[in-house]
Nanobody
Framework: QVQLVESGGGLVQPGGSLKLSCVVS????????IHWYRQAPGKQREWVAV???????TYAESVKGRFTVSRDNAKTTSYLQMDSLKPEDTARYYC???????WGQGTQVTVAS
């Protein structure tokens, strides 16, 4: 059974940084792309970024230049480095493996002064 577990969220001031982690178990991690999504209260879930098995990365326009997605196949972990955070980045962040339609439980990020 594939499991994804996110961590690293918290409260940060505008302009600050956080690094989220997504540990994946139960799959051949290196073969699959990992996507990151977020969902703010009262809003639909929004796609944020993807890192492919070949480590190609793509970002939503709203985070481009501020967020960096990466992966460490040896640790079966994907990371989302978030810099220059804004209040509108406040949301619960999820990682997703489409090939198995697996989701983590999410980690809360709150950007406030």
């Amino acid at each position: 059974q594939v499991q994804l577990v996110e961590s690293g969220g918290g409260l940060v001031q505008p302009g600050g940084s956080l690094k989220l982690s997504c540990v994946v178990s139960g799959s051949d991690f290196s073969r699959y792309a990992i996507h990151w999504y977020r969902q703010a209260p009262g809003k639909q879930r929004e796609w944020v970024a993807v890192v492919t098995k070949g480590e190609t990365t793509t970002y939503a326009e709203s985070v481009k230049g501020r967020f960096t997605v990466s992966r460490d196949n040896a640790k079966t972990t994907s990371y989302l480095q978030m810099d220059s955070l804004k209040p509108e980045d406040t949301a619960r962040y999820y990682c997703h493996m489409p090939v198995t339609d697996s989701w983590g439980q999410g980690t809360q990020v709150t950007v406030a002064s």
